[in-house]
T-cell receptor
Framework: SQQGEEDPQALSIQEGENATMNCSYK?????LQWYRQNSGRGLVHLIL?????REKHSGRLRVTLDTSKKSSSLLITASRAADTASYFC?????????????FGQGTRLTINP | DAGVIQSPRHEVTEMGQEVTLRCKPI?????LFWYRQTMMRGLELLIY????????DSGMPEDRFSAKMPNASFSTLKIQPSEPRDSAVYFC???????????FGPGTRLTVT
């Protein structure tokens, strides 16, 4: 079964607003990653948060991790049209081995100008 | 670095034909992954290699699928014979053992008619 599951499946907001996507997973992890996929392209790594970290920032991105709830959130502040894409969380799973990732189904984000 | 290179970018073939997808990972990366993405099933890991050795092929759907990595700079995924249900986007990704962020190629869109 899928390790990571994103919520919502689709999100549509106005440019300039903040977008929040959530990810839940089932088993223990070493770290959790977020990726972006533009239409017709490969996935691009955005940010990695380790299991002993609670929050991480990268530019307009903020990721939180709650290992007690087995959940993570990705916040994109001051959204831009170029942020329109699908966003995936990926977990390694402590029992899977650090290099193998399992991806969720993704959140499709649309930024309206 | 040019990133992960995949060829062809698009492949249209008839049912029963052999299909070979190719991948060149990022130089220095010692892990290589093959994924399949469809609307119904999302992103699925098919197989991954470490130092050219297959580590986990549990995601390979059936014996019609095979993958090789003859050297550190080249891998192939072969489908023989192809079926319409194999239609999907196939991604190759690579990573470096000191961190498990994965770098994806642009994908090969396969259509089997």
């Amino acid at each position: 079964s899928q390790q990571g599951e994103e919520d919502p499946q689709a999100l549509s907001i106005q440019e300039g607003e903040n977008a929040t996507m959530n990810c839940s997973y089932k088993t223990s992890i070493n770290n959790l990653q977020w990726y972006r996929q533009n239409s017709g392209r490969g996935l691009v790594h955005l940010i990695l948060i380790r299991s002993n970290e609670r929050e991480k920032h990268s530019g307009r991105l903020r990721v939180t991790l709650d290992t007690s709830k087995k959940s993570s959130s990705l916040l994109i502040t001051a959204s831009r049209a170029a942020d329109t894409a699908s966003y995936f969380c990926a977990t390694d799973g402590a029992i899977q081995g650090a290099q193998k990732l399992v991806f969720g189904q993704g959140t499709r984000l649309t930024i309206n100008p | 670095d040019a990133g992960v290179i995949q060829s062809p970018r698009h492949e249209v073939t008839e049912m029963g034909q052999e299909v070979t997808l190719r991948c060149k990972p990022i130089s220095g990366h010692d892990y290589l992954f093959w994924y399949r993405q469809t609307m119904m099933r999302g992103l699925e890991l098919l197989i991954y290699f470490n130092n050219n050795v297959p580590i986990d092929d549990s995601g390979m759907p059936e014996d019609r699928f095979s993958a090789k990595m003859p050297n550190a700079s080249f891998s192939t995924l072969k489908i023989q014979p192809s079926e319409p249900r194999d239609s999907a986007v196939y991604f190759c990704a690579s990573s470096f053992s000191r961190g498990n962020e994965q770098y994806f190629g642009p994908g090969t869109r396969l259509t089997v008619t």
